[in-house]
């Protein structure tokens, strides 16, 4: 089959013949994420707030707005000494610096996820988080997209291939192992002198298929 490619404004969904693979957008989780098709088991879908841009694209978006309004703010206290704009604009400073000092240093280095909740209560977006459940044991599928995308996202089960295959590997891998037990066999008859070398050459054909 041609790869299908499904579009989502967190990535992108890949759907060739053997794997179907996401492809993140985003910096902070693995970019490519695969499941092969013949491990394709339980589909499930998780609500979720999202965050559609990186952390520290709110953080400059809350300075740059506070600077705005902090000159705005002064140009009128000026003529008529109303500085409620300055005040505005400084306390939308203060917050890009909190944002940024909690997201770099309690988030990141501490760990301690103070500023990721107040970004996705502020800016978030309901999202759904799609995991594909990996039948033998292997790394599931998953990823995000917006809420209002979720129409867009295939019954994965469809695209599922049987692995029979893998059957006639394990009946080819006993068979072979049989007949090395039977040539082991005629041949340690043959070192005892119960076989000819040419009833032996002969069994062998035989065991083989020759």
């Known amino acids: 089959m041609e790869n299908t490619t499904i579009s989502f404004s967190t990535g992108s969904l890949i759907i060739n013949d053997n794997n179907i693979s ?110 594909v459940q990996n039948i033998y044991g292997g790394n599931n599928l998953q990823f995000f997209v917006r809420l209002d995308e979720e129409s867009k996202i295939p019954k994965f089960e469809d695209y599922k291939l049987d692995k029979v295959y893998n059957v006639e590997n394990v009946k080819k891998s006993d068979t072979g192992k049989n007949n090395l037990d039977d040539i082991e066999k005629i041949a340690a008859l043959r070192d005892k002198g119960i076989l000819t070398q040419e009833e032996f050459d002969l069994k062998k054909k035989q065991i083989l298929g020759l």
């Open 22 to 131: 996401f492809h993140s957008n985003g910096r902070n989780i693995n970019n490519v994420n695969t499941i092969g098709r013949e491990n394709i088991g339980h589909q499930d879908k998780q609500p979720m707030r999202l965050l559609p841009k990186d952390e520290i694209v709110y953080v400059f978006r809350n300075a740059i707005i506070g600077i705005i309004v902090v000159i705005v703010g002064f140009i009128i206290a000026v003529s008529s000494q109303f500085f409620l704009f300055v005040y505005i604009g400084l306390g939308f400073l203060f917050f890009a610096f909190f944002l940024y000092f909690a997201w770099m240093w309690l988030d990141s280095i501490l760990g301690l996820n103070v500023a990721k909740p107040i970004m996705l209560s502020l800016y978030g977006v309901n999202a759904v988080r799609v995991v």
